[in-house]
């Protein structure tokens, strides 16, 4: 397990998109890569999870985390009829810091056993609460800053994915996979990780403390993050 510490200052930010506050990442921020169950690795395997430690340092170096203002509240739920298909096309700016053009609103849409549209797809900041991604293939997205509260994502592949700053409270991530996964300042309130796995999972150190509260973690998967 590799973990990188060093003291930041943080700044608050509001939104528009969430009448929920997320949690304040305080300094000192540590970066932690958990390691695998066996704790066998390929070399290739090595270099690329160096290389994301090596990113989110860096990131975690010119940004911390911002705060949904509690006053804020979600936008009406979007009449476009075509809105479920956004996430097929996904954002195009602003990746890291949710900033977009128009809102990506997939509130209430069912994308069950979806094995192809949505993997690699950019939906920063997009609104998930209450649809349904169970079985999909979601590795390599990036949802930063995205809105998932609520939502369910029972068996969903995340390997590869950055997944910072989401919302997950009381989503439904039974069975999911954090392969490689970027989960730094994302928060997982009242969630459901019931066999969830964990290996070679990107951290921040206060993010793991609160992530290690979560009680449907199963054994291993407490092991594999280093829940104390």
């Given amino acids: 397990m590799a973990t990188i510490s060093f003291p930041l200052s943080v700044r608050s930010l509001s939104s528009e998109r969430s009448r929920f506050p997320v949690p304040q990442l305080h300094p000192p921020i540590k970066i932690i890569c958990s390691g695998s169950a066996d ?54 700016i602003g990746q890291a810091n949710g900033v977009y053009d128009k809102p990506i609103d997939l509130r209430f849409c069912d994308y069950t056993n979806e094995k192809s549209n949505l993997k690699g797809k950019s939906l920063a900041a997009a609104l998930m609460s209450d649809a349904k991604f169970d079985g999909a293939d979601m590795s390599e997205v990036v949802m930063s800053k995205a809105y998932a509260v609520g939502a369910s994502f029972k068996g969903v592949d995340f390997s590869n994915a950055v ?53 449907s973690i199963n054994l291993e998967g407490r092991e594999i993050l280093g829940c104390r």
């Fill in 163 to 215: 997944l910072d700053r989401v919302n997950f409270g009381k989503a439904n991530l039974q069975g999911a996979v954090f392969k490689n996964t970027v989960l730094s300042g994302s928060t997982f309130d009242e969630a459901q990780l019931a066999d969830a796995v964990f290996e070679d999972t990107i951290i921040g150190y206060i993010d793991l403390q609160k992530l290690c509260k979560n009680t």
């Fill in 39 to 92: 704790g066998s690795k390929s070399k290739p395997f090595k270099e690329l999870q160096s290389v994301a430690c090596g990113l989110l340092a860096a990131w975690a170096v010119t940004s911390a985390s911002p705060v949904i203002a509690a006053s804020q509240r979600l936008p009406p739920l979007s009449t476009e009829p075509n809105r479920c298909e956004k996430a097929f096309v996904g954002n195009t």
